[in-house]
């Protein structure tokens, strides 16, 4: 038996033909950088998120860089948000000169508990990025309605949420402006690295744009100081395909889990909870277990391959020994990441493996 995490070329393989014709339009075109593959996927991407404007970048993570240059945040400013999640999240606070605060998450959700943003909102705060951990969104109404309460500037960080949705609309429309990543493995995944920014707001759209082309609209003439953050033609061709299949691919996903949470019902291990506000779709499939090691490891033992998402909490990485966090600050949020295993979840994954997977599961434990 070998099962992997994450079976990327499964999804090659079944829509190769498209791929391969997209990438060839590109290679013949010779529009490696910019071009009707890059402005054509922006406004299907935006449009798919119900937003008006979406500028592509070279990541996820630069995306966020960009998003928060873009609003003006600097040295003296505060930003909010979790710290359970990829360092991604909060190293872009820090890039611009900002301070991290952390709030703790909810024991339910694993995503960002508007209550402790309350509690940490202070002056000094200019903005929250809340983060829909897994492809579950956050409670946005309360997160919203603190954002308006005390003028603060609101980012979803969607990077693992591609599609999903609160109350019935899809993530990504909820704050002033809203970031994406198409690493690979993600629900909407590039064939290397890639991220969108998508707002309603041109005046940010359009300084992103400058940020992430060198502070320019035309070749030689520069307005500002940027970078060269920008996404590159054919992994836009890539995701342009791939779109077309995401809501189908999303579907699967969340059929998967359905059988993933049927079978391990009786077992001791806690499954995902979807909230009622939500629609999952299902990044990661990440299960609680007292014994989160041991059987992670057994599983690997048996071709069944796992993941830790994310074994330390930001707070306690050594990155951040700085700001004096110990064990014992975000307790929800640590007892989370001593407990939580991602189990295989891909939209080809088969149910015969999914029920394989749950009996070895079961074995594991019988053998205690």
């Not at 490696?32 to 996927?41: H, I, M, P, Y």
């Not at 060269?228 to 059929?255: C, G, M, P, S």
């Amino acid at each position: 038996m070998n099962i992997p995490l994450v079976d990327l070329k499964a999804q090659y393989q079944d829509i190769k033909g498209e791929i391969d014709k997209a990438i060839q339009k590109v290679i013949e075109s010779t529009q490696f950088a910019g071009g009707e593959e890059l402005t054509g996927f922006e406004k299907e991407f935006a449009e798919f998120c119900g937003v008006k404007y979406g500028v592509t970048t070279s990541s996820g993570s630069t995306a966020l860089d960009l998003t928060l240059l873009a609003f003006g945040i600097g040295e003296g400013d505060e930003v909010i948000t979790t710290p359970a999640t990829f360092i991604a999240t909060s190293e872009a606070i820090t890039h611009t000169g900002a301070s991290i605060v952390f709030a703790d998450i909810e024991p339910d959700s694993y995503n960002i508990d508007p209550k402790e943003i309350e509690k940490k909102i202070t002056s000094r705060t200019r903005a929250l990025i809340p983060v829909h951990l897994f492809g579950q969104p956050c409670d946005m109404d309360p997160i919203i309605e603190l954002a308006r309460k005390h003028n603060l500037i609101l980012i979803e960080d969607a990077a693992q949420s591609h599609g999903a949705e609160y109350k019935g609309k899809r993530v990504g429309q909820f704050g002033d402006a809203s970031i994406f990543s198409f690493y690979p493995g993600k629900n909407l995944g590039a064939y290397g690295h890639a991220g969108i920014v998508v707002t309603d707001r041109e005046d940010i759209a359009d300084k992103v744009i400058l940020l992430a082309n060198h502070g320019r609209h035309t070749k030689y003439e520069h307005s500002i100081e940027g970078y060269n953050y920008q996404a590159d033609a054919i992994q836009t061709a890539v995701l342009r395909v791939k779109l077309k299949h995401l809501l189908n691919w999303n579907e699967k996903r969340r059929r998967n889990a359905k059988i993933y949470n049927s079978l391990l019902e009786a077992t001791s291990v806690i499954t995902p909870k979807e909230k009622e506000y939500a629609k999952h779709v299902y990044h990661l499939y990440v299960i609680k277990s007292e014994r989160r090691d041991e059987l992670a490891e057994y599983l690997n033992s048996k071709g069944i391959s796992t993941g830790i998402h994310y074994p330390i909490p930001l707070h306690l990485q050594p990155a951040y020994k700085y700001l004096g966090l110990k064990p014992g600050s975000f307790p929800v949020t640590e007892e989370f990441c001593s407990k939580a295993l991602s189990l295989p979840m891909f939209p080809e994954l088969k149910e015969d493996e999914i029920r394989l997977i749950v009996e070895e599961i079961k074995r594991f434990f019988s053998l205690q």
